[in-house]
Nanobody
Framework: QVRLVESGGGLVQTGGSLRLSCAASGRTVGVYKMGWFRQAPGKEREFVACIFWSESSTYYAHAVKGRFTISGDNAKNTVYLQMNSLKAEDSAVYYC?????????????????WGQGTQVTVSS
């Protein structure tokens, strides 16, 4: 079983930056990809970004491409999400997720471990 713990959320003004961290522990040997999702009040949880541990390949949702950067530190089993040029519509609870190799990275069902979430609030 993989345990994921997020940190780094908070309140920031429009145009500001935040960096989220997600530390993985437990049975991480089967983890192929790590992703970030977000969920705003009254909305579905949506894909934000993903990284493949072994290849360092990265994938982004269109809404965040060019502003967010996902990266990983294999030695620390930690994945980061650097968020720049934040907008009010980026406000949400951000969740870290881990999963095996799959044909796609965006579906929620392709991840089998989730963190508890961290709140990001962007004030306009």
């Amino acid at each position: 079983q993989v345990r994921l713990v997020e940190s780094g959320g908070g309140l920031v003004q429009t145009g500001g930056s935040l960096r989220l961290s997600c530390a993985a522990s437990g049975r991480t040997v089967g983890v192929y990809k790590m992703g970030w999702f977000r969920q705003a009040p009254g909305k579905e949880r949506e894909f934000v970004a993903c990284i493949f541990w072994s290849e360092s390949s990265t994938y982004y949702a269109h809404a965040v491409k060019g502003r967010f950067t996902i990266s990983g530190d294999n030695a620390k089993n930690t994945v980061y999400l650097q968020m720049n040029s934040l907008k009010a519509e980026d406000s949400a609870v951000y969740y870290c997720a881990a999963g095996p190799k799959t044909v796609s990275v965006t579906p929620i069902d392709f991840y089998d471990a989730w963190g508890q979430g961290t709140q990001v609030t962007v004030s306009s």
